[in-house]
């Protein structure tokens, strides 16, 4: 009997327990039902609250598989001109942002916040393959029922549900409707209909009416045609929105990672500059730091910076835009270095340098001019940093095609050292000093701002100045990353990366698909430099990189040659007139380009005259404005236009080279002749060049 009552007792309890696990577990599932419904009533809500944007043109993806999970779901995906939205719907109470954490009460729900902002940088790869550029794809967390709540957590925007349409539509018309279409056909496979288990397999897009019930075109069958449905739709856009087209494969190199110091080169119209700026956005996105974009040139950063306000608004202010020079003197104000600026004493003190040089020294044989000299000290002595004649003796001279004997090279030092004396007893230093100052600045002490430097046009900097950028960031991975085209070189000497002391190994990158010039503008073009030979940074002789494909043709092109001033100015403005009767092109489309600043005044006199508004490069900062754009071709490097002149062209210039030309008249010709084919190719549609003189190439 004791047996039996023990035992009933232990079944007592058994089952005391089981009914306890039974009650727990049925509350549990109580919870989860209710979370479900929850989940449920909010995700709705939040689909009724984005159904308004169907009617604008926007496409709504609900309850989409999470990619590469089975169960996972990702609760809307919005596709438009505004970018892609992925947006999961939270039913969170008490939530608070602090330090890049996010709380719910006492939970630290950062880590959900995480999965959606990878998410977000997973599509991103995805969309590289139809060249959408990195920052058009954004990972939005919804608080259910909330408004006027916005915070930024891991790159993810916490935002009220009543706030959706508003962050969404406020970005405006950024993608072209082509280019929403292509997006929308990659986001179809990318996020597949929750329990359809292979890619391509009809996919529903909510509400019905926006897209017809087919089965979605994969990545694989749209790159077929993909290049020629890019462009489609941007050809006719102001061409502020065309510099920042992106074809698949350069989107993809804008996310790349290099783990050192890298370059982006390829001939000219093959896309380097707006690749670097797209990455400038991405790499200030994906460090959370800061991001220096330089080059040589004084105007082209107000430009690209009013780019990147285009393409990538929430970085703008992440990404240092600023020439070379005006880094470096920015720099040592900062650390109190004590310099002066003055261009008129800097050239009379090198007068006064080439004054006392005598009539037999061999820099006065009839071969050379002073410019020459001073090129030689501005570029090659000055430009590498050179102290002692021992290192100038023996320098290979990259970029100077005359050979110097030592004895010319010792009264080259000669005039250096008058001319750097004259300059300290004037109490002035040129703009090759100010480099090297800041070099030697950041030697001492480092720099820590940046996480990332972004060189264009790197062809045309000093040593001294790749050094100096070099320095701020080291050998770091994505570092540094030069971009340019040895063939766009305009300015005399040159150096090698391994000067500075910089090593690609492997991390070197050729665009070779050019989309900004047609066929006839770019054979054209090619014919000025057919014979032209360079060193290239990477100390390799080349003679310009191949370009393998164009995907754009047009009207061939033509010099048109006058004996006097009136007639060149006459058939200037009847081209004008033409091109601005073309459809999808206004004034700020064209642009007059020539090889000095004087000649850029007369060409806007000659326009002001004719009642022709425009406005010179020196105060373009990229803005579209119904003004045609005048300025040098330098001024003009990394811009494009949908039309060029290039008026003032002398004619000798386009001539066969003389026989009896000596090696530095050849050096500078070869130096005008790049310039000239740098201007020709800004243009996009239509070129024109107006040559003066009587001299004319040889058939």
């Given at each position: 009997?004791?047996?039996?009552?023990?035992?009933?007792?232990?079944?007592?309890?058994?089952?005391?327990?089981?009914?306890?696990?039974?009650?727990?577990?049925?509350?549990?599932?109580?919870?989860?039902?209710?979370?479900?419904?929850?989940?449920?009533?909010?995700?709705?809500?939040?689909?009724?609250?984005?159904?308004?944007?169907?009617?604008?043109?926007?496409?709504?993806?609900?309850?989409?598989?999470?990619?590469?999970?089975?169960?996972?779901?990702?609760?809307?995906?919005?596709?438009?001109?505004?970018?892609v939205?992925?947006?999961?719907?939270?039913?969170?109470?008490?939530?608070?942002?602090?330090?890049?954490?996010?709380?719910?009460?006492?939970?630290?729900?950062?880590?959900?916040?995480?999965?959606?902002?990878?998410?977000?940088?997973?599509?991103?790869?995805?969309?590289?393959?139809?060249?959408?550029?990195?920052?058009?794809?954004?990972?939005?967390?919804?608080?259910?029922?909330?408004?006027?709540?916005?915070?930024?957590v891991?790159?993810?925007?916490?935002?009220?549900?009543?706030?959706?349409?508003?962050?969404?539509?406020?970005?405006?018309?950024?993608?072209?409707?082509?280019?929403v279409?292509?997006?929308?056909?990659?986001?179809?496979?990318?996020?597949?209909?929750?329990?359809?288990?292979?890619?391509?397999?009809?996919?529903?897009?909510?509400?019905?009416?926006?897209?017809?019930?087919?089965?979605?075109?994969?990545?694989?069958?749209?790159d077929?045609?993909?290049?020629?449905?890019?462009?489609?739709?941007?050809?006719?856009?102001?061409?502020?929105?065309?510099?920042?087209?992106?074809?698949?494969?350069?989107?993809?190199?804008?996310?790349?990672?290099?783990?050192?110091?890298?370059?982006?080169?390829?001939?000219?119209?093959?896309?380097?500059?707006?690749?670097?700026?797209?990455?400038?956005?991405?790499?200030?996105?994906?460090?959370?730091?800061?991001?220096?974009?330089?080059?040589?040139?004084?105007?082209?950063?107000?430009?690209?910076?009013?780019?990147?306000?285009?393409?990538?608004?929430?970085?703008?202010?992440?990404?240092?835009?600023?020439?070379?020079?005006?880094?470096?003197?920015?720099?040592?104000?900062?650390?109190?270095v004590?310099?002066?600026?003055?261009?008129?004493?800097?050239?009379?003190?090198?007068?006064?340098?080439?004054?006392?040089?005598?009539?037999?020294?061999?820099?006065?044989?009839p071969?050379?001019?002073?410019?020459?000299?001073?090129?030689?000290?501005?570029?090659?002595?000055?430009?590498?940093?050179?102290?002692?004649?021992?290192?100038?003796?023996?320098?290979?001279?990259?970029?100077?095609?005359?050979?110097l004997?030592?004895e010319?090279?010792?009264?080259?030092?000669?005039?250096?050292?008058?001319?750097?004396?004259?300059?300290?007893?004037?109490?002035?230093?040129?703009?090759?000093?100010?480099?090297?100052?800041?070099?030697?600045?950041?030697?001492?002490?480092?720099?820590?701002?940046?996480?990332?430097?972004?060189?264009?046009?790197?062809?045309?900097?000093?040593?001294?100045?790749?050094?100096?950028?070099?320095?701020?960031?080291?050998?770091?991975?994505?570092?540094?990353?030069?971009?340019?085209?040895?063939?766009?070189?305009?300015?005399?000497?040159?150096?090698?990366?391994?000067?500075?002391?910089?090593?690609?190994?492997?991390?070197?990158?050729?665009?070779?698909?050019?989309?900004?010039?047609?066929?006839?503008?770019?054979e054209?073009?090619?014919?000025?430099?057919?014979?032209?030979?360079?060193?290239?940074?990477?100390?390799?002789?080349?003679?310009?990189?191949?370009?393998?494909?164009?995907?754009?043709s047009?009207?061939?092109?033509?010099?048109?040659?006058?004996?006097?001033?009136?007639?060149?100015?006459?058939?200037?403005?009847?081209?004008?007139?033409?091109?601005?009767?073309?459809?999808?092109?206004?004034?700020?489309?064209?642009?007059?380009?020539?090889?000095?600043?004087?000649?850029?005044?007369?060409?806007?006199?000659?326009?002001?005259?004719?009642?022709?508004?425009?406005?010179?490069?020196?105060?373009?900062?990229?803005?579209?404005?119904?003004?045609?754009?005048?300025?040098?071709?330098?001024?003009?490097k990394?811009?494009?236009?949908?039309?060029?002149?290039?008026?003032?062209?002398?004619?000798?210039?386009?001539?066969?080279t003389?026989?009896?030309?000596?090696?530095?008249?050849?050096?500078?010709?070869?130096?005008?002749?790049?310039?000239?084919?740098?201007?020709m190719?800004?243009?996009?549609?239509?070129?024109?060049?107006?040559?003066?003189?009587?001299n004319?190439?040889?058939?």
């Amino acid at each position: 009997m004791t047996m039996a009552g023990e035992s009933a007792g232990v079944e007592a309890r058994r089952q005391r327990s089981r009914a306890h696990e039974l009650r727990r577990q049925a509350h549990d599932a109580e919870q989860r039902a209710a979370r479900f419904e929850i989940a449920h009533r909010t995700e709705s809500d939040t689909a009724r609250i984005l159904a308004p944007l169907a009617g604008i043109g926007y496409h709504l993806l609900a309850d989409r598989r999470w990619p590469g999970s089975r169960t996972a779901q990702v609760d809307m995906v919005v596709v438009g001109r505004a970018g892609v939205f992925i947006v999961d719907t939270k039913a969170w109470r008490e939530v608070a942002v602090h330090d890049d954490r996010i709380m719910r009460g006492q939970e630290d729900v950062t880590d959900d916040i995480a999965r959606l902002a990878d998410l977000a940088y997973s599509t991103e790869a995805a969309l590289a393959d139809v060249g959408l550029a990195p920052g058009e794809v954004h990972a939005v967390a919804a608080l259910a029922g909330q408004k006027r709540m916005h915070a930024r957590v891991a790159s993810v925007d916490v935002i009220g549900t009543h706030d959706l349409i508003g962050h969404i539509t406020t970005r405006g018309a950024r993608l072209t409707a082509s280019r929403v279409d292509e997006v929308l056909a990659a986001m179809l496979t990318h996020f597949p209909v929750i329990g359809d288990d292979a890619a391509g397999a009809p996919q529903v897009v909510v509400p019905a009416a926006v897209l017809p019930r087919e089965p979605a075109p994969t990545i694989t069958t749209m790159d077929e045609e993909l290049t020629d449905q890019l462009l489609d739709g941007v050809l006719e856009a102001p061409i502020e929105d065309w510099m920042a087209f992106l074809d698949p494969a350069q989107a993809k190199l804008v996310r790349r990672s290099f783990n050192g110091p890298a370059r982006i080169r390829g001939a000219a119209g093959t896309g380097k500059t707006v690749v670097g700026l797209h990455r400038a956005a991405y790499l200030a996105r994906a460090t959370g730091g800061r991001v220096l974009f330089t080059t040589y040139i004084r105007t082209l950063p107000a430009v690209l910076k009013s780019l990147l306000e285009r393409l990538a608004p929430d970085m703008v202010d992440r990404v240092d835009f600023v020439n070379v020079h005006a880094f470096a003197s920015r720099l040592l104000k900062e650390r109190g270095v004590a310099f002066r600026i003055d261009s008129l004493e800097a050239r009379l003190a090198f007068s006064d340098a080439w004054n006392v040089t005598s009539a037999s020294s061999p820099l006065k044989a009839p071969r050379f001019t002073r410019r020459y000299w001073e090129e030689e000290i501005a570029h090659v002595i000055k430009g590498r940093g050179l102290t002692h004649f021992d290192e100038y003796a023996d320098l290979a001279r990259v970029g100077r095609k005359h050979a110097l004997p030592v004895e010319v090279r010792q009264a080259v030092w000669d005039l250096y050292e008058g001319y750097s004396t004259n300059l300290r007893d004037r109490r002035v230093c040129d703009f090759e000093d100010v480099v090297l100052l800041a070099r030697d600045a950041v030697r001492e002490v480092p720099v820590d701002h940046y996480d990332a430097v972004i060189v264009d046009e790197a062809q045309d900097l000093s040593c001294a100045m790749v050094s100096l950028l070099h320095a701020l960031v080291g050998d770091r991975p994505d570092g540094l990353t030069l971009i340019g085209d040895g063939q766009q070189t305009i300015y005399p000497g040159g150096y090698t990366l391994g000067e500075v002391g910089i090593s690609l190994a492997g991390r070197g990158v050729v665009l070779d698909v050019n989309h900004r010039n047609t066929a006839e503008i770019l054979e054209f073009a090619k014919a000025i430099v057919a014979d032209d030979q360079f060193v290239d940074i990477e100390g390799v002789d080349g003679a310009g990189d191949a370009v393998s494909a164009v995907s754009r043709s047009g009207p061939q092109p033509g010099i048109h040659h006058f004996t006097n001033r009136a007639d060149h100015d006459a058939a200037l403005l009847a081209r004008v007139e033409a091109v601005l009767r073309l459809v999808g092109t206004g004034r700020g489309d064209v642009g007059i380009l020539t090889a000095t600043n004087p000649q850029a005044d007369k060409v806007m006199a000659v326009l002001d005259d004719a009642g022709v508004p425009s406005v010179s490069l020196k105060n373009y900062a990229g803005k579209s404005s119904d003004q045609i754009r005048v300025g040098t071709i330098k001024r003009a490097k990394g811009l494009e236009f949908k039309q060029v002149l290039l008026p003032h062209v002398p004619a000798k210039l386009l001539a066969d080279t003389p026989d009896t030309e000596s090696v530095a008249d050849r050096e500078r010709r070869e130096l005008d002749r790049r310039e000239l084919y740098v201007g020709m190719t800004r243009a996009r549609d239509g070129l024109w060049v107006g040559a003066l003189g009587t001299n004319r190439r040889r058939d």
